[in-house]
């Protein structure tokens, strides 16, 4: 499993069982200390759901994200320098030219 992706509830509960039934972990496939993380929260929180605030603060809000999914799909020839800048003008927030693309 790559490490960008996230397990799901389902996942999570599944390993929870088979590790209180002391079962192997090899058919996950997850490396060690990923289990060990997860054992660990299970046994301080009696619970598998995420930390709140984990992971990077998102920038745009998803509103602004779609208004500027408009905007580049509005001007397909304009260059990713000129989205930053229009994307700044109308939100008032500078978004670095690598985001641009991505979206």
Same mark, same amino acid.
Request: net charge positive; proline share 7%.
């Given at each position: 499993m790559?490490h960008?992706q996230?397990l #799901?509830?389902r996942?999570?509960w599944?390993?929870?069982?088979?590790l209180e039934?002391g079962? =192997?972990?090899?058919?996950?496939?997850l490396? =060690?200390?990923a289990?060990r993380k997860l054992?660990?929260q299970f046994?301080?929180t009696?619970s598998?759901?995420? *930390?709140?605030?984990?992971?990077r603060?998102?920038?745009?809000t !998803?509103? #602004?994200?779609h208004?500027?999914?408009?905007?580049?799909?509005?001007?397909?020839?304009?260059t !990713?320098?000129?989205?930053?800048?229009?994307l700044?003008a109308a939100?008032? *927030?500078p978004v670095?030219? !690598?985001? !641009?693309?991505?979206d």
């Amino acid at each position: 499993m790559s490490h960008h992706q996230r397990l #799901e509830d389902r996942m999570r509960w599944r390993i929870m069982e088979r590790l209180e039934a002391g079962q =192997p972990q090899r058919e996950f496939h997850l490396t =060690p200390s990923a289990v060990r993380k997860l054992w660990e929260q299970f046994q301080d929180t009696a619970s598998i759901d995420r *930390k709140p605030g984990q992971g990077r603060p998102r920038a745009t809000t !998803v509103r #602004e994200d779609h208004n500027f999914s408009l905007l580049v799909r509005r001007n397909r020839g304009t260059t !990713v320098p000129q989205l930053s800048w229009d994307l700044y003008a109308a939100t008032g *927030k500078p978004v670095i030219r !690598v985001t !641009v693309p991505n979206d």
